[in-house]
Structure formats: C-alpha cells, structure tokens
Nanobody, 116 residues
Framework: QVRLVESGGGLAQAGGSLRLSCAPS????????MDWYRQAPGQERELVAR???????NYVDSVKGRFTISGDFGKREVYLQMNDLRPGDTAVYYC??????????WGQGTQVTVSS
C-alpha cells in the first residue's frame, strides 16, 4: 500500500516561513496532479495548492503571493514553500496525489502552527 510521507511542519511565528515536502513510500506512476490540502480544527479540508503534470499551478486566494508549490514528477515529490505565514494558516497540511486514471493517495498530515 503506497503511503505519502510529509515532512517540514512545525511551529513558526507570524511572518516566518516553513517548507513542506512530500514523497511516496514506493513508486507511483502516471501522476496527474500533486496537491497540498489543509484542515483547521472545526473546518473542512480545503485545497491550498495544486501542480499538474503539465506544470500548471493553482492556489486558494488566501495564499496567493505567499505560498509556492513545486514538484518533481520524476522523483514523485512535491513541496510547498510557505512565506509570510499568518495565524490563519495554522492547520494540519496533507499532500495528495491523483493518478491519471483517478486513483488517489493521501499523506498522514503534518501540523503547521503559526503564532502571532
């Protein structure tokens, strides 16, 4: 069973930066897109950023200009550079992969806490 393993979460002060990384436990073929989601307590999970195999990226409005998603589809790794962090960014962050035929994989989540 493929697992996605996230790293890089932790505690940051407002205005600070963190970088998240995600890699699969074994090879995942034909990845169509790699995403980062987040879920804050009492809220629904939301899509933060996506990078498609075409290179096209998308962001939720609240992180535009502050977060940057990048990916290496050859290594099957995805990253999220988070700058100018705000307390509202506090959440558990999950990586998510979708293959071209629809199979999806999720990471176990990594906590990001931003103090004011």
């Amino acid at each position: 069973q493929v697992r996605l393993v996230e790293s890089g979460g932790g505690l940051a002060q407002a205005g600070g930066s963190l970088r998240l990384s995600c890699a699969p436990s074994e090879t995942v073929f034909a990845i169509a897109a790699m995403d980062w989601y987040r879920q804050a307590p009492g809220q629904e999970r939301e899509l933060v950023a996506r990078i498609a195999s075409t290179g096209i990226t998308n962001y939720v409005d609240s992180v535009k200009g502050r977060f940057t998603i990048s990916g290496d589809f050859g290594k099957r790794e995805v990253y999220l550079q988070m700058n100018d962090l705000r307390p509202g960014d506090t959440a558990v962050y999950y990586c998510h992969y979708r293959q071209h035929w629809g199979t999806e994989y999720w990471g176990q989540g990594t906590q990001v806490t931003v103090s004011s």
